[in-house]
């Protein structure tokens, strides 16, 4: 009996993990954040907005600099309460 | 009589020293060690046959959203550029050990070393093509069937950003790719 169940759990299992092995919230843990700084400092009047590239890697990079702006905002409220 | 007997013998005798070579272990099953060029025209000929009958009535959604770019872009990035490589990076341990090779998709599609089976003007069979083979995969090439785990939406949204990959330099690239904190491409 034992030889059966521990073949059919072990398929289970094996199954279940790579059923989930890309999900999109395991996968942004280790991802890498966008380097927007370069793409940024162009002047907007070089960037073309009807192109559908740039228009993604701006959507992408304000994103990415509200973020950055919230986290900074937010560690310095977290300073604040640290201090009193 | 005779005739229909010597034609039974014969095809016995094929279907045996067809079993037989199976059996025997001769055939050279390593990825180093390359087909002959009538293999190879035979079973890129079966492959590409095969996925133009299977994708056929497939309809193309549009793909001028530059959102799809962002999620497609991150999902390449992780499930496909390791072996049909992105910008700066021109090749791979897989790009290199795997036979018959993943083509580079940086690279646009006519200087691709394999060939395109449907005219330079059918865009359309090229993006069919393209989403059937993410969907579903390609038997014996390394090639797996993402279909199984990821949406069509997610997919289409890889194949959208395949379109774009040959015009893109490695620091758009990064930024594309790269799944933020948000990740606002990610609408799964």
Partial sequence: MLIRIVP???LALLFSTTTSAHSPDKVRKQAKKP???????KPKEEMDASDPVTRAMMKKCEVEQQD??????????E?????H | MKAIKI???????????GVGFLYSGLYPMGADDRHWGVSYWALETLRERSIKRASENISV???GD????????ADYNDMCAGCHLQPGVSSTDLSLGLYPAPPDLTASADKHDHAHPFGEHDWDAALRRQFWIIKHGIKASGMPAWGETHTDERIWAMVAFIQKLPELNEMQYQILTARGESDQGGHH
């Fill in chain 1, 8 to 10: 059919t759990l072990a």
């Fill in chain 2, 7 to 17: 034609t039974l013998g014969l095809i016995l005798l094929l279907i045996a020293t």
């Fill in chain 1, 79 to 83: 300073n604040d309460e640290h201090h």
């Fill in chain 1, 35 to 41: 380097q927007c700084e370069a793409f940024l400092k």
């Fill in chain 1, 68 to 77: 950055q702006t919230e986290s900074k905002g937010n560690a310095a409220l």
């Fill in chain 2, 61 to 63: 959604p549009d793909l």
């Fill in chain 2, 66 to 73: 530059s959102d799809l770019l962002l999620s497609g872009g």
